[in-house]
């Protein structure tokens, strides 16, 4: 018997049949799977073609699945939990049953071996969830800028772009990040880069700013600490208002601190969100997640069905699980 998970952004799809005991089956790769960005009929078909290369590898049937989880980006309100299920999951699943979730919760479930725990995410934007021993589950933010989302790479490139603006003008105090991201960009001044980059968000994406903000501020640059201040006081608001409402604060958890914000060259980001977390979640253990969220999926699969990831079901996962899986 064996269950399937399902992972599906903006740039990947992957799907992963797992054996009730926890063995890998198969693994499936497709492209964007996210109906946000290329419509329900393409993503639907990115998941339908990731499920279809596990099962083969698998040498599975569809129809011999006992249960699948779909933890997608882009299922954010109610009107996705009704129109996914409808356009994307119930065409390609031929009755076999499932559940979704956003794709923050197979983050959060692969991120640890817990089945409960707090996760944090700063990637281009942010989102976290938690879920508590008695399977009390709450998310917060995931919704962008207007919505109330003050963390994230996007946040820290509009912060750069203004900072090295305003330094260049006057207005600003002055910041090494006007020279990095001139370099970076390979232009001479200032008005050159906006000529360039002033209608072009592709082209400022590509320059890798949040990295530049990082590599500024751990060198002492007051302006670039400032803006990963900011950010890293988000990420700690975040996370303790999780801690507060899932009732944390004397629990011993894992902290998955998910997203390449935290992979930035300057500890004192995460060292700024230990410090601010802590004490109200003394016994939060931070940790970056053990398992990519496909993983985290066919874990969620597994316990859907009644099966709990034991010691022994980590172990054949640990044995089967190819090492682009890990993270």
Known sequence: MFVIGVDAGATKTHAIALEDSGKVLGIGHAGCGSHEAIGFVRARDALDAAIRQALEQAGKPLRD????????????????????????????????????????????????????????NCGSGQVAVGRNREGVEIRV???????????????????????????????????????LILQASGHATIPDFLEKAYRDGEYVRSLGIPRLVFRSSAAGDSVARSILKSVAEEMAVTANTLIRRLRMEKEAFDLITAGSVFRGEDPWFLETIRSLVLPHAPSANFRFP????????????????????????????????PAEFRS
């Open 65 to 120: 699945a006992r249960f699948a989880s779909f933890c997608l980006a882009g299922v954010d309100i109610q009107h996705d939990m009704v129109h996914v299920p409808k356009e994307m999951l119930e065409p390609i699943l031929g009755g076999v049953a499932f559940l979704l979730k956003n794709d923050a919760f197979g983050c959060l479930r692969g991120g640890t071996r817990d089945p409960f725990g707090i996760m944090i």
């Open 290 to 321: 053990l398992y990519a969220p496909a993983v985290g999926a066919g874990l969620l699969a597994l316990e859907a069905v009644g099966i709990q990831a034991t010691d022994s079901v980590y172990g054949n996962l640990d044995r089967s699980l």
């Open 141 to 179: 933010g995931g919704y962008g800028w207007d919505f109330g989302d003050f963390g994230g790479g996007n946040v820290m490139t509009q912060s750069a772009l203004a900072a090295v603006v305003r330094a260049d003008d006057g207005r600003g105090a002055p910041t090494a990040l006007l020279d």
